[in-house]
């Protein structure tokens, strides 16, 4: 794979979401991500519904460009050929329930010993301590405890409600393969790897706190409960769907007032000035929707571009697809899988020009790279066979492997 982390050697122990999206986007932009598994069972996700071919959906979207390695690491054989794999990574990805990787002779002080350059990012619900840490969590849960819920509702006053995807997981993705890109460029300056700690629940509070928080902010400044600054959202009906409309600035204001035909809001007393706009926010937000409702949503769509003011449709999941900003923008991609045939995904976010990523590789069969992985450790076709048949390593989709020539054996990286 090329791209900016192209040489970088990943091995992703997680399951779900959190930890292997993380890994998922290193392997976007260049490394080579090597997906350890349970022989015969593999990622929960595996067995999610809207499958083709054995493949569910899900499981090809958060673990594209990886290979897979199918391991019993509840053996001693499997540990110790996780730590051969390790001795030559770059970094490793865990989401284990606290204390797990400790009994199984995993934890970041026994790989540590075998590379002491290893970057090892372990992802919890909760950390590593309080009366929370060992807590069985899923999304919602982090949700909850966060304040999230109470923030999507509203108002403190009001029902909590959930946000309709799982943003504690994927933020917690994109925060843990930030802090991974930051331990590495640490590493190139002292040599040494390291230990990071991720929490899903300190993730969503940082984010949280960009915004959303503000009233907490000064220690000595008393707080109340929050009430909702408006009951009405920025999503407006118009004639034949939906869509967003947003007047931040007084330009953007008087521009949208007189797109809609309606200054005489321009002098309403209510709507004067922008803390009066705020004050009054309901009535404001009322009069806009009254307005839209006039028209189809395309065309107060051309009316407003032309004034300038910003608004978008809101699309429903399946018009996503033909939106013409998506389609210039190139933003999804359609590949050939080799199992699932067709598929179509969002491209890889970031775009590097200096160091261009190529199309993502389709998400692995449990155990499809076994004994290539095995191999280019240096293993031999014996000892593999060996180990499958013990059922240190599974025997999923893999021919047994055939004893190189000299001439043709693999050495290990760093050899």
């Known amino acids: 794979m090329s791209g900016p982390l192209d040489g970088i050697r990943v091995v992703d122990l997680s399951a ?3 930890g292997p999206w993380a890994a998922d986007i290193l392997g976007d932009q260049g490394a ?3 997906k350890v598994e349970a022989p015969g069972t593999g990622d929960h996700v595996r067995a999610l519904r809207n499958q083709v071919e054995g493949l569910a959906s899900m499981f090809v979207n958060v673990n594209r460009s990886k290979r897979s390695l199918t391991l019993n690491l509840k053996d001693a054989e499997g540990v110790r050929v996780l730590k051969q794999l390790v001795a030559e990574a770059d970094v490793l990805v865990q989401n284990f329930r606290p204390g797990v990787v400790e009994r199984l002779g995993i934890g970041y002080d026994d790989l540590a010993e075998v590379n002491p350059g290893l970057v090892y990012l372990s992802i919890s619900g909760f950390g590593e301590h309080g009366p929370y840490a060992k807590k069985r969590v ?11 819920t109470t923030i999507q509702a509203g108002s403190d006053e009001e029902r909590p409600r959930l946000i309709r995807t799982v943003l504690p997981d994927k933020l917690t993705a994109v925060t843990g393969a930030q802090a991974i890109c930051a331990a590495l460029v640490a590493r190139g300056r002292t040599g040494k790897g390291q230990h990071i700690r991720l929490s899903m629940l300190d993730t969503v509070m940082a984010f949280l706190w960009a915004s959303d928080m503000n009233a907490y902010t000064f220690v000595n400044q008393p707080v109340a409960p929050e009430k909702a600054a408006s009951f009405i959202d920025l999503i407006y009906e118009t004639a034949d769907g939906y869509i967003t409309v947003s007047t931040m600035s007084n330009r953007e204001w008087e521009a949208f007032c007189r797109a809609a035909d309606r200054e005489d809001l321009l002098v309403d007393e209510r709507f004067d000035t922008p803390s ?15 307005v839209l409702l006039q028209k189809p949503g395309s065309e107060w769509i051309e009316i407003l571009e032309r004034h300038d003011v910003p608004c978008a449709p809101a699309l429903r999941r399946f018009e996503l697809l033909e939106n ?20 179509r995904q969002a491209r890889v976010a970031a775009r590097f020009e200096g160091t261009a990523t190529e199309p993502p590789r389709g998400a692995p069969r449990l155990g499809e790279h076994s004994r290539e ?6 293993l031999s076709a014996h000892e593999i066979e060996r180990l499958v048949e013990a059922g240190v390593v599974g025997a999923e989709h893999g021919e047994p492997t055939p004893e190189p020539d000299d001439a043709d054996v693999v050495q290990t990286r760093g050899a």
């Open 276 to 290: 009066k706009r705020e004050e009054n926010v309901d009535e404001r937000l009322s009069e806009i929707q009254k």
């Open 16 to 18: 779900m979401l959190s």
């Open 138 to 148: 899923y999304d919602p849960i982090v949700q909850a405890l966060s304040g999230l």
């Open 373 to 378: 992985v095995l191999g280019q450790l240096g």
């Open 324 to 343: 013409p900003q998506v389609i210039a923008s190139g933003s999804i991609i359609e590949t050939e899988h080799p199992v699932a045939g067709p598929i």
């Open 32 to 34: 080579d991500v090597i």
